[in-house]
C-alpha cells in the first residue's frame, strides 16, 4: 500500500510470525479473508486492502472504499470461538481501534454503541463482524474493519454522518503503522477476553470512552420505542439503559438500534 515509508512502518511493526496479505484491490476482504479460511488459512490471518470494489457494511449495506486514504482489513479468527460469545468480539475490535487510533494519532475518538467510532460527533470506523459455521469443522469468525484516515469525497447522504482522522491529527497518519497498532491492541485484549469469555475486563475501559454514557438514548425493537439514559455496557456487551421508572433494560446489540435523541450521536 502506498509508500515506501509506510511499508517499512508496517515491516517494523508487524510481528514477523504475523500472516498478512496486503493485496491492491479485491471485492472485500471480508469475502477474501473467507475464501483463505476455507482454504485453510491459519488462526490470526489479516487481509488488507488498498481499495475495495464489493467491500461490505452492516445490514446489506455498501461500504464505500476509495483507494489512497482508508484503511480496510480482515482478521480471521479461529481459535476458542464460542458461537454465542461471537458477538462480544466485536467490542473487542472497538475498544482496539480506539486504543490505537489514541496512542498512534493522539487522536481521542469515542465508541457508539454498538456499531461506530466517532469524532466530533461524526463516524470514523465501521465493524463487520461475520460468523461462519460448518458442518464438520470448528467455526471461525472474521472481523472486517474499514478506518477512514484521510481527506476524501463522502457520498452527498454521509456528508454530515461521516470524518476522517486526519482531519483531528496533527501529522500524517501512516495506515500500516496504524494497522500494526491495532492488531497489537486486539492480541492483548483478546487475551482478557479469553479469560473470562466475557467483557468483564474489558468493560470499565469501554464505559470511559463510551459516547452514550449518561445520554438520553431512543432504542428501537420489535416491540416498539422507549428513551432512557445510558448507564454503559455490561460483561456480556449489552446496553444498560435506565427507564424513566426506574427499572434497567438490558439492551441486546443485535435487536434494537441506538440514536442519541439530538442528532447523530
Ligand atoms: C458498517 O456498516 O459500519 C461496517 C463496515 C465494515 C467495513 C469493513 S472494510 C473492511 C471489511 N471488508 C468489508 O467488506 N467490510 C469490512
Known sequence: MVSEKEENGAMQECPADRNIIFLDSTDSTNIQAKRLAD??????????????????????????????????????????????????????????????????????????????????????????????????????????????????????????????????????????????KILECFDKNLVLFGKKMDLSLLYTTYNEVLVNLGREVRVLDSAGEYTGTAEGINKEGELLVRLADGRCKQVYAGEVSVRGIYGYV
Open 39 to 180: 482454504e485453510g488459512a491459519p488462526h490470526g490471518t489479516v487481509v488488507v486492502a488498498e481499495t475495495q470494489h464489493a467491500g461490505k457494511g452492516r445490514a446489506g449495506r455498501r461500504w464505500e472504499s476509495p483507494a489512497g486514504c482508508n484503511l480496510y482489513f480482515s482478521l480471521l479468527l479461529r481459535e476458542g470461538i464460542v458461537p454465542e460469545k461471537a458477538s462480544m468480539l466485536t467490542l473487542v475490535m472497538w475498544l482496539s481501534v480506539q486504543e490505537a487510533v489514541a496512542v498512534c494519532c493522539g487522536v481521542q475518538t469515542q465508541i457508539k454503541w454498538p456499531n461506530d467510532i466517532v469524532l466530533n460527533g461524526k463516524k470514523i470506523a465501521g465493524i463487520l463482524t461475520e460468523m461462519h459455521l460448518q458442518e464438520n469443522a470448528a467455526p471461525y469468525v472474521i472481523i472486517g474493519t474499514g478506518v477512514n484516515i484521510k481527506a476524501q469525497d463522502f457520498l452527498p447522504e454521509l456528508e454530515n454522518k461521516a470524518t476522517f482522522l486526519e482531519s483531528a491529527s496533527k501529522e500524517p497518519i501512516s495506515r500500516e503503522v496504524l494497522l500494526a
